[in-house]
């Protein structure tokens, strides 16, 4: 077992090398840009919808209040006829992505911290990097990734988005087992 205030070094420092990779990857590549495609006559969409003062929030369209409602007739009909949709409505107005940048960073922080914790609890001070790599990158990756697959799974979300994002997550656990065993404590 090692201590776990002996790792707050790499526990920041993967955190910033995490954001500063999912910056360039996200930033400066071409790779997520087909994630959200524009709907087809877009303009008319928002015209249509616009009236309807939508709050945001995340929604499904058509929608039940509860199982019994899904069986009736009219339901059935609604999702036959379509547009079925799994929708968010955010709020309307000037882009500003400082507020998720910061939510984006706390989440590597607790990403790194938990698998400070997981390698701290099962390896001592001075384990091989390789140790600590392994178990550091792998259970960095169970936080970066294996949450998004249920969006694919039940919400339909494209497969395509979902293994980019995948693929995404495995770099930023290389990232934070690297981190974590160059700087493991000796």
């Known amino acids: 077992m090692t201590g776990l205030s002996t790792l707050w070094l790499p526990i920041l420092l993967s955190a910033v090398i995490v954001f500063v990779a999912s910056s360039i990857i996200h930033m400066l ?4 840009r ?29 929608g039940c209040d509860d199982m019994k409602e899904m069986r009736t007739p009219e339901f059935a009909e609604k999702r036959s006829k379509g547009p079925v949709m799994v929708m968010t409505v955010m709020p309307s107005g000037p882009v500003s992505m400082s507020g998720n940048l910061v939510q984006w960073f706390i989440y590597i922080v607790v990403v790194s911290f938990f698998a400070a914790y997981v390698v701290s609890r099962a390896l001592p001070v001075g384990a091989p990097y390789a140790q600590v790599f392994r178990l550091a990158g792998a259970t960095a990756f169970a936080g970066y990734a294996l949450a998004l697959w ?37």
Request: hydrophobic share 40%; glycine share 8%.
């Open 150 to 186: 249920q969006m694919s799974i039940w919400y339909r979300r494209a497969w395509g988005t979902t293994i980019r994002s995948t693929i995404d997550g495995l770099i930023y656990a290389l990232l934070t087992g690297g981190t974590f065993g160059w700087l493991w404590p000796r």
């Open 34 to 62: 087909s994630d959200y495609p524009k709907v087809p006559d877009e303009d008319m969409l928002i015209s249509a919808m616009r009236p309807l003062a939508i709050p945001p929030g995340d929604y499904m369209v058509p």
């Open 29 to 32: 590549t071409p790779w997520h």
